[in-house]
Nanobody
Framework: QVQLVESGGGLVQAGDSLMLSCAASGRTFSIFSMAWFRQVPGKSREFVAR????????NYADSVTGRFTITRDNSKDMMYLHMINLKPEDTAVYYC????????????WGQGTAVTVSS
């Protein structure tokens, strides 16, 4: 099993920056891909960014490309999401996810950290 804990959310103003962190524990050696998703109440969860184990392959949603950067530090079992130029539409609960144990999908999820961007 893998446990994921997010941190770093908060209330910021439009144009501000924020760094989210995700701490992984447990069978972290089994993790291949990690990702950030976000969800607004009443809407389905949406993909934000993903990063493979090596850190050399990343993908982003069009809505955050150029503003968000995903990184990971395997030596610390940490993943990060650096967000700049935040917009009110970035307001959501952000979830950390991991694909591990040979799963073909993201099978481990954190509890989420809330980000609110005021205009």
């Amino acid at each position: 099993q893998v446990q994921l804990v997010e941190s770093g959310g908060g209330l910021v103003q439009a144009g501000d920056s924020l760094m989210l962190s995700c701490a992984a524990s447990g069978r972290t050696f089994s993790i291949f891909s990690m990702a950030w998703f976000r969800q607004v109440p009443g809407k389905s969860r949406e993909f934000v960014a993903r990063i493979e184990r090596s850190g050399s392959v990343t993908n982003y949603a069009d809505s955050v490309t150029g503003r968000f950067t995903i990184t990971r530090d395997n030596s610390k079992d940490m993943m990060y999401l650096h967000m700049i130029n935040l917009k009110p539409e970035d307001t959501a609960v952000y979830y950390c996810a991991a694909q591990g144990g040979g799963s073909g999908s993201y099978n481990y999820w954190g509890q989420g950290t809330a980000v609110t961007v005021s205009s």
